[in-house]
């Protein structure tokens, strides 16, 4: 039974700065906003995109939008299926491991606004559209100019919240190695509330005054 098992997490290899790749629980507006400041600011060749299983249908509308919101943009890409093998190990001892395979659609696809020669030939290729009135560029800038701001302003106020909460976590251990030193090296007090030490010297003191006295 599958209880008996635990899935092999494998390490994805990390991805090349210009490979986009698509995720289901991801607004498509926050790739459409990095592949364009890839394409237009960074002013990149190419962009990859890929996705797979349900997010083939995120990465679609990431294409569509900008085939819409960016001039010149040439696109290529590809359905396919693609074959994953997973890996599962036992939790008892006894058993061994097994391996399952599984076909998952794919999509992969590639965004150029420079080398559209190159693209041309490929399958899936679709060129820019051809009514660039129909083209907002300048609100999608604006718009990812905007989104790139907030998630900036974000992820400094994480960065911020992440520094306060280790400063406090900082200041706790400090109380909490001063209060156990603390209270080994605090000086005892009597029930009056004063030290012991201050107590033998004011005896002292009285003691000299009785001797001064009888003298």
Do not use: W
């Amino acid at each position: 039974p599958i209880s008996k098992y635990r899935k092999v997490m494998k390490k994805a290899d990390p991805a090349a700065e210009s490979e986009i790749r698509v995720r289901v629980n991801s607004p498509p507006f926050a790739y459409a906003a990095y592949a364009g400041k890839l394409l237009l600011n960074k002013k990149f060749d190419y962009v990859y995109l890929n996705a797979t299983g349900a997010a083939v249908s995120n990465s679609i509308k990431v294409i569509e939008y900008l085939k819409s919101h960016i001039k010149g943009l040439h696109i290529c890409y590809n359905i396919l299926s693609k074959e994953f093998v997973d890996e599962y190990e036992p939790k008892v001892e006894g058993l061994d491991k097994v391996t399952t395979t599984r076909t998952v659609s794919t999509l992969e696809a590639k965004l150029t606004i420079t080398k559209g020669d190159e693209l041309a030939q490929e399958v899936g290729y679709m060129p820019p559209n051809a009514n660039e009135d129909e083209v907002d560029q300048k609100g999608f800038e604006d718009s990812m100019a905007k989104y790139n701001e907030r998630k900036a302003t974000k992820e400094s106020g994480e960065r911020r919240q992440g520094d306060r909460k280790d400063r406090r976590g900082d200041r706790n251990n400090r109380r909490q190695r001063g209060g156990r030193d603390g209270y080994k090296n605090r000086r005892p007090r009597t029930q009056s509330g004063k030290y012991d030490d201050d107590r033998r010297q004011g005896g002292d003191r009285r003691d000299d005054r009785d001797r001064k006295a009888h003298v």
